[in-house]
């Protein structure tokens, strides 16, 4: 069992960057390929963003590739999004998810709470 807390959430003005953290309970964290995904109000929830386990690959929604960064440091069990030049239609609840490597909500195991993040126009 892996447990996943997201923070880093909050309010920003379009054109902004927020920069969200996932810590991972357990030390085999750095065994599990991890991904972003994205949840906005009445829409289905979809893929942001994915790295592997050794951080060697990295994959991203084409509404976000170019803005958006993910990183992890295995060290400290922590996964990292940096969003920038942020745009109200990324309003939404991000949620970190540890497992396989893909863009499918099936191939994660794992799931954090959510965190949300706001941009105003």
């Known amino acids: 069992q892996v447990q996943l807390v997201e923070s880093g959430g909050g309010l920003v003005q379009a054109g902004g960057s927020l920069r969200l953290s996932c810590v991972a309970s357990r030390r085999s964290f750095s065994s599990y390929d991890m991904g972003w995904f994205r949840q906005a109000p009445g829409k289905e929830r979809e893929f942001v963003a994915a790295i592997t386990w050794s951080g060697g690959s990295t994959l991203y929604a084409d509404a976000v590739k170019g803005r958006f960064t993910i990183s992890r440091d295995n060290a400290k069990n922590t996964v990292y999004l940096q969003m920038d030049s942020l745009k109200p239609e990324d309003t939404a609840v991000y949620y970190c998810?540890?497992?396989?490597?893909?863009?499918?909500?099936?191939?994660?195991?794992?799931w954090g709470q959510g965190t949300q993040v706001t941009v105003s126009s």
């Open positions: 998810a540890a497992g396989a490597w893909g863009t499918s909500k099936g191939n994660y195991n794992y």
